[in-house]
């Protein structure tokens, strides 16, 4: 759990780095234009929204408020996996273990049902 929560910790400080940095010395039109010129942009551009929709589905399916999963969802969207790293810091931090951060309660109960415990 503890490894967990230090990678969940990296990842929220190295997107906070990298977003601070995009914003303070990138031109975002300018820049994305150039990205989107470039057939490799476009391919880390698909790769990331593809991330963050299955990103977004494991939210829908773990949170039960339709207003937690829209927040959370339009965070992701616009701040990419400085969201999902924040995400799952939190969710390791409200849980007592792993499973059930990436399962929710509800899918550790299912799991262990399934199992016979």
């Given amino acids: 759990m503890k490894i967990a929560k230090v990678i969940a910790v990296?990842?929220?400080v190295a997107m906070?780095?990298?977003l601070l940095n995009g914003f303070i010395n990138g031109d975002f039109f300018e820049d994305g234009?150039?990205?989107l010129n470039n057939p490799w942009g476009i391919v880390s551009?698909?790769?990331l929204y593809v991330g963050f929709v299955l990103f977004a589905m494991w939210i829908v399916v773990r949170e039960t408020s339709w207003?937690?999963?829209i927040v959370w969802i339009v965070?992701?969207?616009?701040?990419g996996f400085f969201t999902g790293a924040?995400?799952?810091l939190f969710k390791l931090?409200?849980?007592?273990d792993v499973p059930e951060v990436f399962l929710g309660k509800h899918g550790v109960s299912r799991l262990n049902n399934e199992s016979g415990h």
């Fill in 10 to 12: 990296l990842g929220v």
């Fill in 93 to 96: 931090l409200e849980s007592k």
């Fill in 33 to 35: 234009g150039v990205l």
């Fill in 16 to 18: 906070s780095v990298a």
């Fill in 86 to 88: 924040l995400y799952v």
């Fill in 75 to 79: 965070a992701l969207m616009v701040l």
């Fill in 67 to 69: 207003v937690s999963r």
């Fill in 45 to 47: 551009i698909v790769d």
